[in-house]
């Protein structure tokens, strides 16, 4: 029998970077931006972690206040997205840069960031530990609720995740709400679907783009260090983040734009991502890797069904991956 | 009047866009309480002068003064604190947000849509407009749009209105609605500014009117002291005919036969619903009707370019023999031997490749010509400088990008282009929008030239007067139907009028 | 204020020198920062750049292959993105065709078949290999408007999972899950050598570059692509068969991928390895958007993108750093080459007269 009560939370798990990702590009893709360095924003956010969880684990050594361990990785994170993030609006905002080039730049800029500090982050520092493991911060970030093991089944699937899983969702439902209910939201829709009007109307088209694609870095950069910190328990290894960068963006084209069902969506990846190891092979292990496509062939069919229907509220933002020029003639 | 202060005043503005000069030193005064028409002709700088008041271009030189005060009007938001609202030709709305949404976009507070759908029944019922608060732009005419875009500037408390040529893309009738609800304005104590260039409408509406010519303000005068004629002049800075020709036909027979000609757009709507008429030989056949009607699927269904659900389209060629044209794309009609030339409405996006200089675009429609696997450049190339010389055409060069000529040059190079390889058939779309007047009557020339060479031309306007001067018949579309076929020589403006509404509901 | 404007035409030489100088600043930049993060001397850091491609004649070499491969995988996305499809599946189209030559050097190999069958049998499965990878979105994208940005992005993935499953398979030696060397012993389906190994991909791709100049500037089917990328409306409107040019200009940037493959496989590597294509197919984007999609400015562009690769390697070994030191650099010089596009197109002014307080 299929075991539902530990696949559950390993899916939840893997659907939480995802689902960080793809909140955070929602964000940005509503602007008008189509950030396709989402990728290289997702690995600099968990980095960027890392160096700072790995400079105060050595600063304190055993000393740890349990609030700047979670504090200071953080931070780290959310400057390290904003940084990539203002690149990109540098680049494509005011520069008015085609934004797929500078989004496949942005992603060989945050992975190699991400790869290089990652191996040769013990060099740099010139200390004597042998490898990044950062085994005292990655608890302080995992630690669940603790009565959550009482609760048999139901505290497993629902209550057994760390708080950044926690904050994923909210973020989730919280960019829901201001999309769809203030007038924060109906500006900014304005921005990504037509920036002329939006001009017109007095709004200003630059300011949203910049903020909104800087907060949607920050929100994608935690998922990166929601990754390494949590999932990957504190270890980083070079490429390990992989392609959920990409899976990101599809999924929000999945999610056809609403970050709320990126909730379910993203976990539905996640459970597809550790499928392979959940159904038995036996003593054939190529057959694992043909699993292992699992969660590209649905991304495939997906777009194929959404391509094919169109209706009318479930199109992307009209003005996604152009620039905007007022005086343009 | 002249002893009021303006309320706005601009001096001495000037724009430059890279080499073009937009406006040079302009002047104009706008006063409450009355209608200014800002006339001249297109390229004349009228929209870039307005632009510049509602904040979307900022003046190189010259200053701006509101109420006596000089003011810096940087962007939209600067000029609606002002009270200034524009209402722009391309209408400036976001297709999938809802009436309200979109009249309450960019102002301050709260979002409360339920207020605002209140106070927008308010000003409906004040000036008298029709506008559903909830109702999706996506799926409102043209004219609805255009009602939208007025309330929305109304809403914010704007007391300066412009409008940038808004009768474009409204039928006989619904301009006199709409110049009854700017006469309501007017009396309210607003300054309404109207851009235009047809000298009716500035006749009809204005108190005042203020003219362009090249960038140049060329003077303003209150409307009851001036006629057309002198108008004109100034427009165009010389003495103007302003008559088209109407050669006789000669040695007329059917070209093209239209029977139950149904189609439906992607979506399913009825777009042409069991459309018939005959195209003759040496004959201009006008096609009347509002904007988006049908007008482009039926052309486009003739040139191949869009799928039938029923009826017959044929080709009759001299000797008698049909040739059906449906289900056929424009290769396959041009292998069938069918010299179709067709001027589409769009002409960057589908005439031409804005980005390909002129000798490339001429290669449109002669690349296949020639065996192998390599185009053929000189003669395309040739044929460009013939058309650059034959058709004054204005341009650095041939090898210049299309994209960067004038509208008026743009459309030579179109038409010349079409017409070089001598057609049985032109299809023309709104051959002369957004041209000025030299152009266009260069135009018309060309297309009583190919007339007179028996060409069966088939013209879809907007402008009645000229589609009663220039075609010997019109066809007037209304909602997909045809609602009659008239003699051009013996139908007058009011008639053609009332056909293309007659039918009442048009589904959009 | 700061006053933007859109230039009218730019003489060629000027744009060349806008260009040429933030190729200079990006330089400079990466130079800083290699400076900043191994605290050598500027002189050392630029000798040793030049040391990773230049420094033996061998170095020279590989830098030259390198430099043809990376040349041949742009030149394939060219027409595609002059049709404007973002073909992000070069990777996976790359991998496609390797992994047909592969098979075919593994399975025809063991039936004992001779290098004159198994050549022709790996040209032609590889080019299939990389045009059918690159045919499936295209033919979706033709047919619904897919978005072909990621479903060619997920191709990737799935010919990634494709070659790790044979690599599984046919692991050798058993255990590693690695194919290892094919034909070590026979050396079957090698593909010839020229004079010395490197001769046969230099001459292979140069050719490429001459035909891909040609058909994209002088015959019907360049014609055709640039209209269709220009505008569907036009293309429709002058009875170009919109789908088909998409899926056969696509099909034709999979095949050359497939092309890159067989090169890599059967010329250089020998081997197949779920990393073969190392990200090029994205570096590739980037070589052809750089080089304005002109085929022979793609030689210069991706010589330079090599050269700071290779060099900014044996930086990153001689100061024991992390080889992802080249992606930085890369990085960092693809921001400047893309933020000087805009002095390209726009005019910045500056006026001194200041906006009013509000």
């Not at chain 1, 203030?182 to 783009?209: C, F, Q």
């Not at chain 2, 870039?48 to 000089?70: V, W």
Request: net charge neutral.
């Amino acid at each position: 029998m299929f075991d539902f009560i530990s696949f559950i939370p390993r899916a939840v798990m893997q659907g939480v970077p995802l689902m960080l990702g793809c909140t955070g590009e929602t964000i940005t893709e509503k602007s008008g931006n189509l950030n396709l360095g989402t990728a290289g924003i997702m690995y600099v956010g968990g980095i960027s972690g890392v160096i700072g969880a790995f400079l105060y684990e050595n600063a304190a050594g055993t000393e740890m206040n349990p609030f700047l361990t979670i504090a200071i990785p953080l931070l780290c994170c959310i400057v390290g997205s904003i940084l990539m993030g203002l690149i990109y609006c540098f680049l494509t905002v005011t520069l008015r840069a085609n934004q797929n080039v500078t989004g496949l730049a942005l992603t060989t800029f945050g992975v190699g960031l991400g790869n290089f500090f990652g191996g040769s982050l013990i060099k740099l520092v010139k200390t004597d530990i042998p490898s990044v493991v950062l085994t005292r911060t990655s608890q302080a970030f995992s630690r669940t609720l603790p009565f959550a093991d009482r609760l048999g089944w139901f505290g497993k699937i629902f209550l057994s995740y760390s708080f950044l899983a926690y904050v994923a969702i909210a973020l989730a439902l919280f960019a829901s709400f201001v999309l769809n209910r203030t007038r924060t939201g109906l500006e900014l829709r304005s921005v990504g679907e037509n920036p002329g009007t939006a001009d017109a109307a007095g709004i200003n088209v630059v300011r949203y783009k910049y903020l909104t694609t800087c907060i949607g870095s920050v929100v994608s950069g935690l998922g990166g260090l929601y990754y390494v910190m949590d999932y990957a328990s504190g270890v980083w290894s070079n490429n390990a983040f992989g392609d959920r960068g990409w899976l990101a963006i599809a999924l929000v084209i999945f999610t056809i734009w609403r970050p709320s069902v990126s909730i379910l969506a993203s976990i539905l990846f996640g459970g597809l991502y550790i499928l392979n190891v959940y159904i038995p092979t036996g003593t054939n292990l190529a057959i694992k890797e043909i699993y292992k496509m699992a969660p590209y062939i649905v991304t495939i069919v997906v777009l194929v069904i959404s391509s094919m229907q169109k209706k009318r509220e479930n199109q992307p933002p009209a003005a996604l991956g152009l620039s905007y020029f007022r005086e343009e003639r | 009047m002249e002893e009021k202060i303006p309320a706005v005043m601009m001096r001495d503005i000037t724009k430059r866009f890279g080499s073009v000069l937009a406006n040079d030193k302009c002047w104009l005064n706008i006063y409450r309480g009355e209608v200014l028409a800002l006339l001249g002709e297109n390229g004349s700088g009228k929209t870039t002068l307005m632009n510049m008041l509602s904040g979307i271009y900022f003046p190189d030189e010259g200053t701006i003064s509101i109420d006596g005060k000089e003011v810096t009007i940087a962007d939209p938001s600067d000029a609606l604190a002002l009270g200034i609202g524009m209402i722009h030709q391309h209408f400036k709305l976001v297709d999938v947000f809802t009436a309200a949404q979109n009249i309450v976009l960019g102002l301050p507070g709260k979002l409360d849509l339920k207020e605002a759908s209140r106070k927008i029944r308010e000003i409906c019922e004040r000036y008298g407009f029709d506008v559903d608060p909830e109702q999706k732009v996506f799926d409102m005419s043209v004219s609805q749009k255009q009602t939208v875009e007025i309330v929305k500037v109304l809403y914010r408390g704007a007391d300066i209105l412009i409008l940038d040529e808004p009768t474009a893309v409204l039928t006989p009738q619904e301009t006199e609605k709409l110049f009854a609800v700017l006469r309501n304005m007017r009396d309210d104590g607003k300054a309404v500014v109207i851009i235009t260039h047809k000298m009716h409408e500035v006749e009809s509406i204005s108190d005042r009117v203020a003219i362009l010519r090249k960038g140049h303000f060329t003077g303003d005068m209150l409307t009851k002291d001036t006629n057309a004629q002198e108008m004109t002049n100034m427009m165009v800075g010389r003495p103007v005919e302003l008559n088209i020709d109407r050669p006789e036909p000669e040695d007329s027979r059917p070209r093209i036969e239209l029977k139950d000609v149904t189609v439906r757009d992607e979506e399913g709507l009825l777009k042409l619903d069991h459309v018939s008429f005959t195209a003759m030989s040496g004959e201009v056949l006008g096609i009347a009707g509002i904007s988006g009607c049908g007008q482009k699927e039926l052309l486009e269904a003739i040139a191949g370019l869009q799928p039938v659900e029923e009826g017959s389209i044929s080709y009759i060629e001299d000797d008698g023999k049909h040739e059906e044209l449906i289900g056929k794309d424009p290769l396959d009609i041009k292998k069938l031997g069918v010299a179709l030339s067709f001027v589409p409405e769009d002409r960057l996006g589908m005439g031409l490749v804005g980005n390909m200089d002129l000798s490339d675009n001429m290669m449109l429609r002669s690349y296949r010509n020639g065996k192998g696997l390599f185009t053929n450049r000189k003669d395309p190339h040739h044929l460009a400088e013939m058309m650059v010389d034959f058709l004054e055409i204005v341009t650095p060069s041939v090898e210049t990008p299309v994209r960067r000529l004038s509208g008026g040059n743009v459309q030579k190079v179109l038409v010349g282009r079409e017409i070089s390889n001598a057609p049985k058939v032109l299809l023309t779309a709104y051959a002369t929008r957004g041209l000025d007047i030299n152009s266009s009557y260069t135009i018309y020339d060309l297309i009583n030239q190919q007339k007179q060479r028996g060409v069966a031309v088939i013209y879809v306007g907007e402008d009645l007067d000229v589609l009663l001067e220039l075609c010997d018949r019109i066809v007037v579309l209304c909602g997909g139907k045809v609602s009659g076929i008239v003699d051009g020589r013996k139908t007058d403006k009011n008639e053609v009028g009332a056909m293309m509404t007659k039918l009442g509901g048009v589904s959009e | 204020m700061i006053q933007i404007s859109k230039r009218g035409e730019l003489t060629r030489s000027k744009a060349l020198l806008i260009r040429l100088l933030a190729i200079a600043l990006g330089i400079l930049a990466c130079a800083l920062i290699t400076v900043i993060t191994t605290r050598q001397n500027p002189l050392l850091v630029l000798q040793a750049l030049v040391k990773g491609s230049f420094g033996s004649s061998r170095r020279s070499w590989i830098f030259f292959q390198n430099t043809a491969i990376l040349l041949c995988i742009a030149l394939a996305v060219t027409p595609a993105f002059k049709m404007r499809c973002w073909n992000l599946g070069a990777e996976g189209q790359v991998l496609a065709g390797a992994m047909a030559t592969a098979a075919c050097m593994v399975l025809m190999g063991r039936a004992g078949l001779s290098t004159a069958v198994i050549i022709p049998c790996m040209v032609v499965s590889s080019i299939i290999a990389g045009a059918l990878w690159a045919a499936i979105p295209a033919f979706f994208k033709a047919r619904f408007n897919t978005n072909e940005t990621l479903f060619t992005l997920m191709m990737n993935y799935v010919a990634t999972q494709i070659v790790a499953y044979f690599c599984v398979k046919w692991e050798n030696p058993k255990g590693s899950c690695k194919i290892g060397v094919i034909n070590q012993k026979t050396n079957l389906g090698w593909l010839p050598e020229l004079g010395n190994k490197y001769i046969l991909v230099l001459a292979v791709v140069a050719l490429l570059t001459l035909f891909m100049y040609f058909y994209l500037n002088y015959t019907k089917h360049g014609y055709e692509l640039t209209v269709v990328g220009e505008s569907d409306n036009t293309a429709r409107y002058v009875g170009i068969k919109v789908n088909r040019v998409i899926i056969r200009t696509m099909a034709l940037s999979g095949a050359i991928c497939g092309i890159a493959g067989l090169l890599l496989v059967g010329g250089i590597n020998h081997t197949v390895a779920t990393t073969i294509a190392g990200g090029q197919g994205f570096t590739a984007v980037m070589v052809s958007w750089l080089a304005n999609f002109n085929p022979l400015s793609m030689i210069l562009s991706s010589g330079l993108l090599v050269f700071l690769e290779t060099g900014a390697n044996e930086l990153a070994t001689s100061c024991g750093l992390n080889a992802s030191f080249g992606d930085i650099l890369t990085g960092v010089l693809i921001f400047f080459i893309i933020g000087s596009e805009f002095f390209v197109n726009y005019h910045v002014s500056f006026r001194s007269k200041k906006k009013e307080d509000k």
